[in-house]
């Protein structure tokens, strides 16, 4: 079998991480009411039990290591430990209610470092020290050594900043993005890896009801309907999550879309047992579906439940659960794991996982602060909601900020779709929102990962290292995401979208240059693998993780439904056009179909610089007092283009 060393590096990153786990055990043993002088001994306790269990697993080397293997050990111990995790996260989150669930997380957390000790933390270094041979085994021991030190260094500083700083607030959005974007970004990247045997699976089911194969045109359209039918669905379901937002609020929606995907879930995990397409048609429409509801409903409930000093962190927390899906689903996709013939059912079920985890654990938070003040009219529900997300500090300020929303929206019925593209005073926020939603849809992403292979290939790599250079795509775009959460209230929305999209577009330039070059030029092929990886950095911090705040930011509450019904519908049918128009773009035009995207890129940059306001650090009545005054963008371009060409005269008259 072919060996792939590169796999073992996903391990590498969770020793340091997994310590996280000690950060909350002092915590957990005094909510469950034992003794202040017996907490360290029960901690004592805790480490000696990972220290049994690894003298265990060493023990056990002749007998159960080199009899099963060290595979065994690592995707059970890995298994088992995110089984334990997500249980410890419902314990934790429900102790405070239910005070016999201490008990439980206490269990829990030992379970969780007896697992780790028995699994993974004896089977990573013996897999890595026998994956290399002599001469490269330094360099791997250097590479893994850096990994997980990083590991420790970004565990140390962030952990404790998420669990101190406004708790509630990130247990919410850590929820939320579980049940919320993670689940699309997976739909959308995992369709690709089991695609032969989905064709195969279809065709054999064909040969057995009819008696005769698919043609390769019929199948080549059964499998396009299957991938396009998502998009359908996406769709219909932004265009039903209005009213239902409106009538039932964001939690209680997504509930209920928790529901769907649990279904749907069974629904394909199910298929290939019962033998039938119309489950798999069935299912990707219905993805589709609670993918529409997940995306309008976990944007604007992240923002609206933080406060303006981290609403740009919330709603970019939007694109880092999008990233980490599309990554999930890749690493998940792949021959060792699910990405075979019996387990693609199962692939395609996975996401039933995250959203009932979101199922039990979102009924224990508030409503948003926002809807329950100016849809619901309860001031004493919105302070206390505002009191368990962001803490018992003050909040007059933000309470001040929302009634000044509330006295300027009183009058105004909640708008519909129509009625705010027909309404003036809102005119410059949706041309943004179009701007924005056509930035995200064709700045090139797709169009990168796609040629992303291809590139890979013309520059030496050997084919089967190609899927797991593409992981690092993903993940690269994972980290770009995760940094653009620690730098979009420090840089501000404005500049991450027109910076982030100019450096996008001389990417692109750039890439279209080498991609043309490469087959003279033999050394041009890594600079375009390097620009792949500058230009996925670029969108991740830039546009990814921006556009959602910005969109959830100009629009009021009265006005943000349908502001996102309308982008959302913009979304969705950009992402069907474009997947629809993209391979008849790359058949014609080769790597020069990059200078349409790089054109759109700069426009955007343009717009963004010319006419965004900046919203950091703003309330939302602030943001559109801003909007009402200023002029409107024709006279605004109008105005630089002369203030320009009066400043060139003056240059010329001067000579």
Known sequence: METRPWTVFPFLVVPPLWLAIYFYTVEVFRTAKLEEALIPYVALGLGTSEFVSVVLCFYMQSSIIDRFGRKILLWGGFGLMAVVMALLIVTLSLQDRFPWMSYGSISLIFLFVVFYGLGPSGAIFALVLEMFNQSARASVFIIAGTIGWVGLFLNGMLF??????????????????????????????????????????????????YGAPLGERSLLFLWSAVVSVYGLGGLLGCLCSSPLMLRYGKKRSLLATDLLIMATACLLGFSKTAGSLEMVLAGRFLYGVSAGFGMMLHTQYAGEASPKRLRGLANATTGLFWSLGKSLGQVLGLRELLGTDSAWPLLLAFTGGPALLQLLLLPSFPESPSYLLIQKGDEGACLQAMQQLWGNQDHREELGDLKKELVAGQGSPVLGARALL?????????????????????????????????????????????????????????????????????????????????????????????????????????????????????????????????????????????????????NWAGLFLVGLAFPYAVAGLGPFCFLFFMVVLVGSAGFFYLFLPETKGKSIADITEEFSTSLPFGERLSAVLQRGLREDLSVYANF
Do not use: D
């Open 422 to 570: 027909g309404a003036r005073s809102w005119r410059q926020q949706v041309h943004v929102l179009v701007a924005v939603v056509v930035t995200l849809q064709l700045c090139g992403i797709n169009a990168v990962y796609f040629y992303a292979s291809e590139v890979f290939r013309t520059a030496g790599f050997e084919e089967g290292l190609l899927p797991y250079l593409s992981l690092g795509v993903g993940f690269c775009e994972l980290l770009s995401a995760l940094l653009c959460i620690f730098t979009i209230e420090k840089l501000g929305r404005r500049r991450l979208l027109w910076l982030g999209c100019s450096l996008m577009a001389l990417a692109l330039l750039l890439l279209t240059v080498s991609l043309a070059l490469q087959k003279k030029h033999p050394w041009m092929s890594p600079c375009s693998v390097a620009l792949i990886f500058a230009f996925v950095i670029f969108f991740g911090v830039g546009p990814n993780g921006a556009s959602m705040s910005v969109m959830m930011e100009i629009f009021s509450q009265s006005a943000r439904p349908a502001a996102f019904l309308i982008g959302g519908c913009l």
């Open 160 to 209: 404790p900043f998420v669990v101190v700083r406004c708790q509630r607030l990130f247990q919410l959005l850590l929820v939320l993005g579980v049940g919320g974007t993670l689940p699309i970004g997976y739909q959308i990247s995992v369709i690709n890896y089991p695609s032969q045997y989905i064709k195969r699976f279809m065709n054999e089911t064909w040969l057995e009801r």
